[in-house]
């Protein structure tokens, strides 16, 4: 069968909608949207004006709000690092949460490296962030709070309202990761409080390498990079104008089409869910099912090797609890944080439907993992035969203690 692609918490594929939006840009309009004086540049700068314009309205915020980057990795590094430095007087205490990306935790353990105190606050066991505990971390010196949207491996979505209001209380800017919620869900960054916002066009149905953060106007931030002084001085470098104009009109379709396409992942996600529990028993899901992006699902299967389970699935693209190293795969530090125990991180799965998912592609997902899972957990399993130490012994799953939601 040809491979199935449900891993869309990774990267999305781009539409091609998009790709015929960008095409012009590699050819007969190549110019500088920096350049003041021809009409090469004023195509571009033309071009890149609507995209901003797009993006802006995609998080309903103003266009002259938005800076272009190479992605959320640099939004959240010019987000964390950028504050942190200019608001030098006022503290050095930066608040998030230990179930974040690897984009925000390791800047912060660069910014504590240099001198800063973070806060990694606890998520409880639904991998939501119990507002309470952000009102407790706050003091004075807190100058920034930053709490993703929507998470990429359980895809629970933070209550960024009511956190950004407690922030706002206490004197903080409240920044957040939306890297996965941009496009999925409605984000209003007047509406929800929100001081900063990073987003990515790749997981967005366009293409990578492109980015924006959304600095609300009177934030200070120092750049991460100096030039030529693109973007207001914000972020300096010539424009990937091409990638540009694709990142705004995949804000322009997922903005157009949202209520659709999130009704229709819902459908594909209860069909999944529904499926794999009328094929199997032994399976949690992680992670609220409500404060839920609609096209997240991440599963846990008892009593199976996660190894084995991943190996068994060449012919469908997900992402297991454990990321792959060069020579281990460590568990999840989000699945960690609910309480998840090592061996069922490991053999838990992260399903990410997309746009160009089907139903099909759904029940024959299913099906593989019924015929699959079955076979792991048989103690006759073929795969048992190669002595391995990971290899929990006959009857291991039915005492299998998974606590989460
Ligand atoms: C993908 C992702 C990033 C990184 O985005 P890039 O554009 O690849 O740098 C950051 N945060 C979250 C939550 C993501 O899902």
Redesign the pocket.
């Known amino acids: 069968m040809p491979p199935i692609y449900m891993d869309g ?3 999305t594929r781009v539409d091609p909608r998009v790709v015929a939006a960008m095409v012009p840009f590699f050819g007969e309009h190549y110019g500088n949207a920096a350049s003041r004086h021809h009409q090469f540049g004023w195509a571009a700068r033309d071009a890149v004006t609507a995209a901003r314009s797009a993006v802006a309205a995609l998080i309903g915020a103003t266009a002259r709000d938005v800076v272009f980057t ?7 590094n010019l987000a964390l690092k950028g504050v942190m430095d200019a608001s030098r007087e006022k503290g050095n205490h930066l608040v998030t949460v230990c179930t ?5 935790l390791d800047p912060c353990t660069r910014l504590a490296q240099q001198g800063a105190t973070v806060s990694y606050l606890p998520v409880r066991e639904d991998g939501l962030l119990d507002p309470t505990t952000l009102t407790a971390a706050l003091r004075p010196g807190t100058v920034l709070v930053s709490v ?1 949207s ?3 491996e359980i895809g629970v979505l933070q209550p960024v309202a009511e956190l950004s209001q407690i922030a706002r209380a206490g004197d903080a800017l409240f920044h957040t ?4 919620a941009a496009g999925k869900v409605p984000i209003d960054v007047a509406r929800d409080g929100i001081d900063l916002l ?1 987003l ?4 967005l149905y366009g293409p ?4 924006a953060l959304f600095v609300r106007r009177g934030v200070t931030l120092t750049p991460l990079l100096d030039g030529g002084g693109h973007e207001a001085g914000r972020r300096s470098g010539s424009l990937n104008v091409p990638a540009i104009v694709g990142f705004g009109r995949a804000a322009e379709l997922c903005q157009a089409e949202m209520a659709d396409e999130a009704a229709r992942m819902i459908r594909l996600r209860d069909r999944l869910w529904h499926g794999l529990q009328g094929a199997l028993t032994g399976i949690a899901v992680n992670g609220s099912m409500s404060a839920r992006l609609p096209h997240n699902l991440n599963v846990t299967f008892d009593g199976v090797n996660g190894e084995q389970l991943l190996l068994g699935l060449v012919d469908v693209a997900v992402s297991s609890g454990a990321a792959c190293t060069s020579t281990r795969r460590d568990p999840s530090h989000v699945l960690e944080a609910l309480g998840v125990s090592e061996r069922a991180s490991r053999a838990s799965l992260r399903f990410g439907l997309g746009r160009f998912n089907t139903d099909a592609e759904v029940d024959t997902v299913i099906e593989t993992l019924r015929s699959l899972v079955t076979r792991l957990r048989s103690p006759v399993s073929v795969f048992d035969i190669d002595e391995d130490d990971d290899e929990p012994p006959p009857g291991w799953g039915d005492d299998f203690d998974l606590e989460v939601n």
């Not at 974040?100 to 925000?104: L, Q, S």
């Not at 990761?177 to 996965?180: E, G």
């Not at 990515?200 to 997981?203: E, F, G, P, S």
């Open positions: 918490h990774a990267t190479s992605g959320a990795t640099e939004s959240n974040e990306h690897r984009a925000i993703m929507a998470n990429n990761d939306a890297a996965q990073s990515t066009a790749h997981k990578k390498g492109v980015g």
